[in-house]
């Protein structure tokens, strides 16, 4: 078994999200909670970059000493979180779902508390079949109903 092999053994399962932020109104008010899950060691920035989508929808990366210009985010710890996972074709995947004149954070990120677990299954012959995400929407929707059916 080569070492990249059991480097990779050791990996949590990667998500990424993308959150736009409307009328390129950032508060930074969710930055202090993705430090802190972070520090508690429950996951892994691999990268994080913001983009804008501007009125005539073409899309440019923004920098994060842009987004702390007038004093009120300090993003100094993101400074130059990225691993390369992240291409122009993501960017451009990503801008597709926001609207004009809306700014955006794409994050991705490896869930640290999974790792041991999948390690673990792995070698126990397990394998992933399929994997996936209820939208909190949706969740609360199938929760109404079903109360609604009591």
Known sequence: ???EFEEVGEVGPIDYLVVEFPG???TGEGFPILVDLV???????????FVRKDDDGSVTGVEIADLTDD???DLAVFEGVSSGLLG???IEEA???????S???????ENLWAAPFAATLRRGG???????????PALVAALDATEAAH
């Open 88 to 90: 122009q074709d993501d």
């Open 39 to 49: 520090d508690r060691g429950l996951i892994r920035i691999l990268d994080l970059m």
């Open 24 to 26: 390129n109104r950032m």
């Open 103 to 109: 700014s955006a954070g794409i994050l991705v990120y």
């Open 126 to 136: 397990a394998r992933m079949v399929a994997s996936g995400r209820i939208p909190v």
């Open 71 to 73: 004093g009120k985010l």
């Open 95 to 101: 801008a597709t779902a926001l609207e004009p004149g």
């Open 1 to 3: 078994m080569s070492d």
